[in-house]
């Protein structure tokens, strides 16, 4: 076995157990239905978590992007919603705002985990701005494309594999994701060889702020409205989803397929919480001790590969 | 003869305790309450009358289940995420304190479709499907008005007390009572912001005193009657009429004021209980009962009278409560057809 597929085969496996646990507590959830219901708010957790993956890769880290999904949730309930040209031209403004982030940080040599934190009031500010009170709605075409029931597999699921397998493409086989990624592995030997690092840390910011503006629409098409706070939560989801699903936080090591997982992983755990009728007071404890769990026994793992 | 009269007896008895357990339709229902913080007292006062009520209902049979379940985080997403396990549960109505009005409207509507009633209350959802059962915070600030307009008919001068600057509810109970204000006599002279908390209360009141004229009556929005009543105390001003919120240092202070000199005022809030009142309107659609979908929450008054009594039941640093019964609920949808 590769090293690359030792590093997917925890993520598989801690997903599988979780999954059959869940199957054991609540039998019905074993249904097209159930396995829908169950995974389907995983799907703006896996966009993010892949936004924050392409961060990651180029040994960043980003705090802004729950409050960017929040914003582009904002955008996609109000303008996308009532005058289509304008709303999506806002969210294209977004993510090259996203990119020339990635280029300031990198032209000026700032600590992206402060340039990210003070971009996340900004977001939010913005949010509060367009929607001051909860509110808008989400185009037809996106209500109808998040809760088609397409025949034998959930949406849930196809949507979760697609993501995956479309940036497991872009990542791991094209020879673009692999200078992107080896701008996190070696930034020096691939400015030596005549790449430009800013306009390859900008577009992984850009890419990153793509997926955070689909991530903002899927969970508008999901909730049929928005809230300025809606996704606040996936800040640190997301960043738990990419270690989760096999990544670390330098030499640009991640894994798409890894990270999709970790995000469902996540949404899974806390279902499996409330149906073990776990007390709320333990809820956050006890996902933290899920998430050490299985970092613990990553730990063993990798050691166990370098011997 | 008098043994056919004690037949006819017997079988009317019979009759009546057949017919008795009306609510019997539910029995085999259960129900869930998704509530998104626990975080202070009214929170943690709500989910104590939710167990108690519920508990009782469980054990005499109305229903089958009633299970309170609390977000560890008072997030939107996560408040979506646990009712679409609730409906995976099998859960027959979800009763709801919502981190949104709409941002799980995507989720009700999800359990909308799979047969399930959802009844939404205090912090309510905008889906159509859901019942509501709201709060009327203008008529809230209008009863004050209304009360004070009673006790001083030629009118006089007014302090108002506002909660949190920009936050809606804030903005309703104030409109409330400018409206009314503009039918009596009254003059509002003067408006602080107290935050809904005792210290900036009184602060806020002591730091506007100085350039008020002399106060017939202060109306609060709750939290800030006790703030209020110190700041006057401490400028050696006449004590006004201050309109309590039913905090319990609120009511510790009227009752001290009402012992040493016949004060008088009321208090009105929103009771914790309300979450039993939503349970048994979960409980009467689930029986089959024509319920409108918006309801307005009754206010918990505290009059002269009743003082003692409320400050007895209510416990330090918490809210005056009273748990709702099934006439109460059937009373509540009666009054909104």
Redo the contacts between chains.
Sequence with gaps: MTRDQLRILLPVLSLAVLLAAVFYLQPRTMSYFGLNLLFNLAIPVALATIAQMMIIMVNDIDLSIGTFVSFCACVTATFVHDTPLLGYSILAIAILAYSAIGAVIHARGLPAIVVTLGMSFVWSGLAVLILPSPGGASPEWLQTLMKSKPPLVPMAIIAATLIALVTHLFVKRSSFGVVLQGVGGNERALERAGWSIVKLKATAYGIAGLFGALAGMALVGLTTSADANIALRYTLLSIAGVILGGGEFTGGRVSPIGAVIGALTLTLAASFLSFLRLSPDWQIGAQGAILILVLAVRLLVSRREER | MKTIAKLFTVTAALAMTTALPVAADTSGKSIALSNNY?GNSWRQAMLESWSKVTGAAVADGVVKAA?A?????N????Q???I??M????YDAIVLNAA????????V??ACD?GITVVSFDGIV??PCAWRIAVDFKQMGRNQVKYLAERYPDGGNLLEIRGLAGV?VDDEISAGIHEEVANTNFEIVGSVHGDWAQDVAQKAVAGILPSLPELTAVVTQGGDGYGAAQAIAAANRPTPTIVMGNRQDELAWWAEQKAANGYETTSLSIAPGVSTLAFWVAQQILDGADVPKDLTVPFLTIEQDGLEAALETTPVGSVANVEYSLEDAKAVIDASQ
């Design positions: 626990a299970d379940f609390t977000t560890s985080e997030q939107a997403t996560e979506a995420a646990q679409q396990n409906i995976l549960q099998g949104s009005p709409t941002a799980i409207n995507g989720a509507k999800e799979a905008t889906e809606f």
